[in-house]
């Protein structure tokens, strides 16, 4: 992004104001399947002088996730509107011209971040936060109706099946699209098993799609924001538990490092007021591992055809193993 | 040997980032993808010299193991599965010069779903996932343990 044109840009978007400053534009790591911005906005406005930080999300040249950013927008407003603990977006451009590709803006929220699993060297008292919150925040989000907030642009699904079917067959076709003519013996035999054995739904909720530790931001009284909603969709409400609770985001036994899996189990049941169904929790960790291996394949294929300089691409394909290993394990292939 | 190996030249390359690029870049992200970088090569250096060894024993693996499907015989692999077509050209992709390892694969991945799904014989599945198992160990090998979290 450039700081000429985005002042420009708020220009246009804020004709009320005067003295419009971008400061501190710079470009930060996370959220790899945009492009991500930190900077402040500076403006006048009734005399006075106001400052907001602000992120700026535009989309990528490749990466791990071909997503619309025109939904993601819509669902974080939505969810925005509904009171979770998500940062305000604020303009939508979807314009290629303005900044040669389409971007969004949004409130930068404070507080910190850590990778895949909660950072072990962090205070006790401060997990625990983290913890509470992260289920309260997704019994919030699977309480939402999803009509009321105008998210049937997301498609709901006609049938209990549905769910199920609908993405193993998304990421069955990216699987085919991004696997380079490599055949993957595990991750057919993964695909292979998800389309036999679909589960059927009790519900049908607002489903983030990449819901786990990494994806918030927090501080010692706990969550601030879940970030990267790119993903997000209608679905089975097992589908993020599953996700968050993967081998791949915890440590040892801890479900995304937060707290022991049995207990985050407990934990959800209390928080949502329904039960874990084990045999679709079964099914959407056996499809999230599926899922993420395809992510990976996604974002080194970019890397080869040079559609990505991100240097992190690469570092995907040291994750596989441990993906293959979980999934093999779940599916008795050794 | 041909001096400098690939892997001195990648060595190097990671001392050019750290000692005459890092310390120039000024943004955050530049570091953070020029550290990346560093870390990656040191990993290409690691396997570089076990990448042709770890291609050549998954090879010899592939095709022992479809050597030993077909001993099993065709009781063992139903008509039905379509398995037997799968072994025949995983037979035919292991006696080519080179061998067409893709084939083989994509053959092993007919198997591995036939064992995911409950559809192969007892004998079938033993070599099915005697192979899988060999085959995270050498990757496990490969990686040298020293996988990134996420």
């Not at chain 1, 081998?247 to 959800?268: H, I, S």
């Not at chain 1, 999230?288 to 240097?311: H, P, Q, Y």
């Not at chain 2, 990346?36 to 022992?64: G, N, Q, T, W």
């Amino acid at each position: 992004m450039d700081q000429h044109r985005l002042t420009e840009y708020f220009k246009r978007r804020m004709p009320h104001a005067r003295e419009h400053r971008v400061v501190g534009l710079k470009r930060i790591s996370g959220g790899s399947s945009r492009e991500t911005y930190a900077f402040d906005l500076e403006w006048s406005e009734g005399g006075q002088t106001r400052t907001r930080a602000m992120i700026g999300r535009r989309d990528p040249t490749g990466g791990l996730l071909k997503t619309d950013r025109e939904r993601e927008f819509k669902v974080i407003a939505a969810v925005h509107r509904a009171g979770l603990k998500v940062p305000e977006p604020l303009f939508l451009e979807l314009d290629a011209s303005v900044m040669d590709r389409p971007f969004f803006i949004m409130d930068r929220a404070p507080g910190r971040t850590g990778m895949s699993a909660f950072p072990a060297l962090e205070a006790e008292s401060t997990r625990a936060k983290v913890a509470d919150d992260f289920l309260s925040e997704l019994a919030r989000l699977q309480s939402l109706d999803y009509r009321e907030y105008g998210l049937e642009i997301l498609g709901p699904p006609k049938n209990p099946e549905d769910p199920a079917r609908i993405q193993t067959a998304h990421w069955s076709e990216v699987y085919e699209r991004d696997r380079m003519g490599e055949h993957h013996p595990i991750l057919s035999a993964a695909f292979a098993w998800l389309k036999a054995h679909p589960v059927v739904t009790d519900r049908v909720v607002i489903v983030h799609g990449d819901y786990r530790s990494g994806n918030y931001l927090y501080d010692d009284n706990g969550i601030i924001a879940m970030l990267d909603w790119e993903m997000a969709h209608l679905g089975d409400p097992m589908e993020d538990l599953g996700w968050a609770s993967m081998t791949f985001w915890g440590r040892e036994e801890l479900a995304g490092g937060l707290m022991e899996r049995e207990a985050f189990y407990r934990l959800y049941e209390q928080k949502t007021g329904h039960r874990v169904d084990r045999e679709r929790l079964f099914f959407y960790r056996v499809l999230g591992n599926a899922k993420m291996v395809v992510i990976c394949l996604t974002g080194i294929r970019d890397f080869v055809e040079g559609r990505t300089s991100d240097s992190m691409m690469p570092f995907l394909e040291l994750l596989i193993p441990q993906l293959f290993e979980d999934l093999a394990n779940q599916l008795r292939l050794v | 040997m041909l001096r400098p190996t690939l892997k001195e030249v990648i060595g190097g390359m990671q001392r050019t980032i750290m000692d005459a690029l890092l310390p120039e870049l000024t943004s955050p992200y530049a570091q953070g993808q020029a550290i990346s970088a560093i870390i990656m090569l040191a990993h290409a250096a690691a396997v570089i010299e076990s990448a042709p060894a770890y291609d050549a024993a998954e090879i010899k693996d592939l095709r022992a193991t479809f050597a030993a499907l077909k001993r099993l015989g065709d009781k063992h692999i139903s008509k039905k599965s379509g398995l037997r077509g799968a072994l025949a050209g995983a037979i035919r992709a292991s006696a080519k010069n080179p061998p067409d390892r893709r084939a083989m694969e994509a053959a092993m991945a007919a198997f591995a779903s036939a064992v995911a799904l409950g559809d192969a014989d007892d004998g079938v599945a033993r070599h099915v996932r005697g192979y899988i198992r060999r085959n995270l160990e050498r990757s496990r090998n490969l990686f040298g343990g020293s996988l990134p979290s996420a």
